[in-house]
């Protein structure tokens, strides 16, 4: 098992910057990837990014790409989702997830974390 804690989401006017922070425990050996979604309300869950924990390698959604990053620290447990030039489109609640090395899916996720963008 691994557990996954969110942190960083907030309102921000559109234009500005957000950084998420996601600290994983527990198996972390297991861990392949790691990655972000999103849910805004009345949409289904999407891809935003995801990291390969040995790697570095990244991914990320076109509507993302450019505006977002994506890294870890590797001695932390931990990911980071640096968001800059938000639109009011970015609102959603937005949860970490882990794809572990037996997996070909994100099989552990976190609480979410609410991200709000103001026009």
């Known amino acids: 098992q691994v557990q996954l804690v969110e942190s960083g989401g907030g309102l921000v006017q559109a234009g500005g910057s957000l950084r998420l922070s996601c600290a994983a425990s527990g198996r972390t050996f297991s861990v392949y990837a790691m990655g972000w979604f999103r849910q805004a309300p009345g949409k289904e869950r999407e891809f935003v990014a995801s990291?390969?924990?040995?790697?570095?390698?990244?991914n990320y959604a076109d509507s993302v790409k450019g505006r977002f990053t994506i890294s870890r620290d590797n001695a932390k447990n931990t990911v980071y989702l640096q968001m800059n030039s938000l639109k009011p489109e970015d609102t959603a609640v937005y949860y970490c997830a882990v794809r572990p090395g037996t997996s070909r899916k994100y099989e552990y996720w976190g609480q979410g974390t609410q991200v709000t963008v103001s026009s």
């Open positions: 990291i390969i924990w040995s790697g570095g390698s990244t």
